[in-house]
């Protein structure tokens, strides 16, 4: 191999070197935002201002990189142990459906970073619900979870918003309570029911002694209308149909009809 040919192979390699070189130059100095992130720039380690949208962005090769955020909705479910304003225990099951908001995800990342679910919202959670379920007692716990999840809602987006965090829904999926906590429910329950039984059964019997009331106002009624109508041509009618033809017997000197008789 003479000089020359050595001077061909150096040259290839350098050719092939740069055209590589230039190969990772050009691809790296582009990345691909997908819909629902935002993309953070990072040059040697720190965070810069300008934030990438979706689409296909431009970054200096070697020297930036892009860290994604995640912007969608997302759920964070937790299990947790608080107690209410009577002092019961309550284990709760929640889902909260939150989100990154995007015009400050470069703060969040810059001050938390990509770990926020652990790092502040998890202990938001647990705080919030706290703080809400020792306003309620646990039977109002049980009737109000509606209103109850909406004060979380409200109380943990008061404690996340600093970060950029947004929260969509707060969801209490389960409430359980001690054992004697559920039994004196259930015994509450029953006599409840019992009262209510009571209450309509006495009801009932209202009801049916008015009925006779008014049956017994209407009997009466309808026999002083008869009364009154008892006129003296129904008389004479009653005493035609029971006279037999003959004509009244006479004692003394007067003529008696004995009407009465006739009319049995």
């Known amino acids: 191999m003479n000089i020359n040919d050595v001077k061909t192979i150096k040259k290839g390699i350098l050719g092939a070197f740069i055209v590589v070189l ?32 979706e689409g296909v962005n431009f970054k200096i090769p070697l020297i930036e990189k ?11 479910e937790v299990e947790t142990a608080s107690a209410s304003k009577d002092l019961q225990d ?4 929640l889902a909260v459906n939150y989100r990154v908001d995007g015009t400050k995800a470069t703060e969040l990342y810059k001050n938390v970073g990509t770990n926020y679910d652990e790092v502040v919202l998890q202990p938001a959670i647990q ?4 703080a809400v379920t020792s306003q309620y007692t646990a039977e ?41 906590f559920n039994k ?14 009571a209450k309509q059964e006495l009801e009932k019997e209202k ?4 009925k006779k009331v008014v049956k017994a106002e209407a009997e009466k009624k309808a026999n002083e209308m008869k009364q009154q109508t008892l006129t003296d041509n129904i008389i004479k009618e009653k005493f035609i149909e029971k006279w037999d033809g003959k004509l009244p017997t006479v004692s003394g000197g007067n003529s008696i009809f004995n009407i009465s008789e006739m009319l049995k």
């Open 184 to 197: 004196a429910i259930e015994e509450k329950q029953v006599a409840e029911q019992k009262v209510l039984t």
């Open 127 to 130: 705080e919030s619900i706290k």
């Open 90 to 93: 309550v284990k709760m099951k």
């Open 140 to 180: 109002e716990l049980i009737a109000n979870r509606s209103e109850v999840s909406q004060k979380c809602t409200e109380t943990l987006q008061g404690k996340v918003a600093k970060y950029g965090l947004m929260i969509d829904n707060f969801n209490i999926i389960n409430f359980d309570f001690s054992a004697e």
């Open 22 to 53: 230039a190969m990772i130059l050009i691809f790296g100095s582009f990345r691909t935002i997908n819909s629902g992130e935002v993309g953070i720039r990072v040059r040697f380690g720190k965070v810069v201002t300008t934030q990438m949208d």
């Open 66 to 76: 892009i860290v994604k955020m995640n912007i969608q909705v997302q759920k964070a």
């Open 207 to 210: 009801i049916e002694a008015e």
